[in-house]
């Protein structure tokens, strides 16, 4: 008896966990990395005001500004900030409602 052949491969088992594959992972990777970015520069934008954010989260975000440069042989110089004195309330208590 001939042997038989088949016009395909043998299909062989992907791993997966509970139906999700590596290559299913893969697809996902980028959109769900930028969808967290942005919804991380959201929650950043909108919890801002509040002071205990401020105290925990922004006051440990050092920014350091892009030198400027007018010429070669000039160049002011780079000091690292705080992102959090951008949100310091100057606003007198007087002028406060609450």
């Known amino acids: ?3 038989h052949r088949f016009s395909v491969a043998p299909v062989k088992p992907q791993p997966n966990l509970l139906g999700f594959t590596p290559a299913r992972a893969a ?3 980028l959109p769900l990395a930028l ?3 942005g919804l991380a520069g959201a929650g950043a934008l909108f919890l801002s005001p509040i002071p205990l954010f401020q105290h925990d989260v922004l006051d440990k975000i050092p920014v350091r500004p892009v030198p400027i440069v007018a010429h070669p042989s000039v160049v002011f110089p780079v000091c690292s900030v705080q992102i959090s004195t951008y949100f310091k309330d100057t606003t007198p208590d007087s ?3 609450f």
């Open 95 to 97: 002028d406060k409602p």
């Open 35 to 37: 969808w967290g970015v």
């Open 27 to 29: 697809r996902w990777g």
């Open 1 to 3: 008896m001939a042997a």
